[in-house]
């Protein structure tokens, strides 16, 4: 069920909101205990905004289309009065008194969340096995990991256990787990939704965004959520349009660009066969298929890993025992600080500190961090004149489709190799969706990536409407994700 169906129900009075929660509260308590998506719940406060709601529909109030539909939040968004963990013993205990802009935007709506969702700690990994509080299976094969670090958003939309779902997208945090769990994330323009509340890993690459089960879904989840908001300082300025107006089945005189560096020697045969079908779905369909090539996309991932790491560590620095989070005690304060530090965080967080403060160390700065930051413009820049030719580009999100606990955890460098199809996207801060484009051989989805031009989100959005529109089989739903009203 997705958001706009299960709205319908809602006006017609076929459902009521409280029935609808208590439904998918049943389901997720039935998967969860294999999935374990979840760290924590707000069934309460879920039942009476539900409540709520249906008391407006009985007035015959109009509800917002988001309205009384149950989600998710990766425990990454502050939500005031509920624990915000980013799956880190460092937070365990920490409990905002704020919300980020998008909750307090999304309250406004009538926003029903179940609770917050796991991740890798503080959005570092691209597996969820990071996480220091849980561990996530993948809802269509339990022995794979669901990807990450916003693994916990993603399973817990496609197994049911939330309709849509909130995550962030530093390196491909939302497009990668949406294509290992077969449903659709997007990662906004940088800028277009307000930062604020978001626990930052790297602020200049962190964006908030939608998990869903649809294209659909996705354009009313970003509806919600974008906006100028003044309390983040790279807030994008002016009206947003209502992306829902993108959703045009059509793309005739519309032309996809296929950069051949995202389709090298890494990738696996399946990912790319499901690549070169819907290359040819689009050329059906009348879209101009254009090959160009993006050269500088061999710098993104070591541009990304210096660049990220260099902010995180900075961004971490904030969790010295003193202010908030956890504090292990001790005689003096550099032994506290130190202690507080090696027990908090894991061993990826340190292994990146590390990274970060190292790079960013007199002597190695200029070598290291400066260099990263030229090739992060020539990126950029090579985006900017592809755009003059193209709408949209086509990639796959990842090289190869989910893989096993243990496959990469252990192996730092192969892990960051997935994430070389998503942090160009990110480097240059322009927006991109992930949609489900079929089936492996083993059965696991796979995800399709479509990038767009700054504030381009609606390019994206048709494009990829209109292929889910011509493809259904490649959007089915994982074995737990099916609810009963
Ligand atoms: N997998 C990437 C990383 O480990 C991306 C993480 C993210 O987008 N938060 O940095």
């Not at 979840?38 to 529909?57: N, T």
């Not at 425990?75 to 013993?89: F, V």
């Not at 990263?372 to 990639?395: P, S, T, Y």
Request: contains cysteine.
């Amino acid at each position: 069920m997705t958001i706009h169906e299960l709205h319908q129900k809602l006006v017609n009075k076929e459902l009521s909101a409280l029935e609808l929660t208590k439904a998918v509260i049943a389901h997720k308590e039935a998967v969860e205990g294999q999935v374990h998506a979840y760290l924590s719940d707000s069934h309460e406060q879920a039942l009476a905004v539900a409540e709520a709601v249906d008391a407006k529909i009985a007035k015959g109030e109009a509800i917002a289309p988001l309205a009384g539909i149950p989600g998710a939040v990766k425990d990454n968004i502050c939500i005031k009065g509920q624990p915000a963990t980013c799956a880190s013993k460092m937070l365990e205990n920490f409990i905002p008194p704020y919300n980020a802009s998008v909750i307090e935007a999304l309250q406004g709506q009538d926003f029903i969340s179940l609770g917050k969702v796991n991740m890798d700690e503080f959005a570092m990994g691209g597996s969820t096995e990071n996480s220091a509080l849980a561990k996530t299976t993948n809802p269509w094969n339990a022995d794979y990991v669901p990807g990450g670090s916003s693994g916990g958003s993603a399973a817990a939309v496609s197994s049911g256990s939330a309709i849509w779902a909130l995550g962030s997208d530093t390196g491909g945090s939302i497009r990668q787990p949406s294509s290992y769990c077969g449903v659709v994330g997007l990662k906004p323009t940088y800028g277009n939704v307000s930062r604020y509340g978001l626990i930052a890993f790297a602020s200049s690459l962190d964006q908030i965004g939608p998990v869903a089960r649809d294209v659909t879904d996705a354009a009313l989840v970003l509806n919600a959520i974008t906006g100028h908001d003044d309390h983040d300082s790279t807030s994008i300025p002016g009206q947003r349009p209502d992306y829902t107006k993108a959703l045009v089945n059509d793309v005739k005189g519309m032309t996809i660009g296929v950069p051949k560096e995202y389709f090298g020697d890494g990738l696996h045969e399946d990912v790319r066969k499901a690549m070169e079908e819907a290359i040819e779905t689009y050329r059906s369909l009348g879209a101009a298929i254009k090959e160009v090539s993006l050269p500088t996309t061999k710098y993104a991932l070591s541009a990304y890993y210096i660049i990220a790491l260099a902010e995180a560590s900075s961004n971490l620095a904030r969790y010295d025992g003193v202010s908030y989070g956890l504090r292990v005690p001790a005689d003096n304060l550099v032994e506290m600080s130190t202690k507080t530090r090696t027990i908090g965080f894991g061993p990826e967080v340190q292994r990146r500190i590390l990274l970060g403060t190292y790079v960013l160390s007199a002597g190695y700065y200029d070598a290291y961090y400066l260099k990263a930051m030229k090739a992060r413009r020539l990126i950029k820049e090579e985006f900017d004149r592809a755009f003059e030719d193209v709408d949209v580009l086509l990639a796959p999100v990842a090289p190869n489709t989910a893989f096993k606990f243990g496959e990469k955890i252990n192996d730092p460098l192969s892990m960051y190799l997935e994430d070389i199809c998503t942090v160009p996207v990110n480097l240059a801060g322009i927006p991109a969706i992930s949609i489900p484009a079929g089936f492996a051989s083993n059965g696991m989805p796979i995800g399709m990536q479509l990038m767009g031009k700054p504030m381009g989100e609606e390019a994206i959005l048709q494009a990829a409407y209109t292929f889910e529109q011509a493809r259904p089989e490649c959007n089915k739903v994982a074995p737990t994700g099916e609810v009963q009203l």
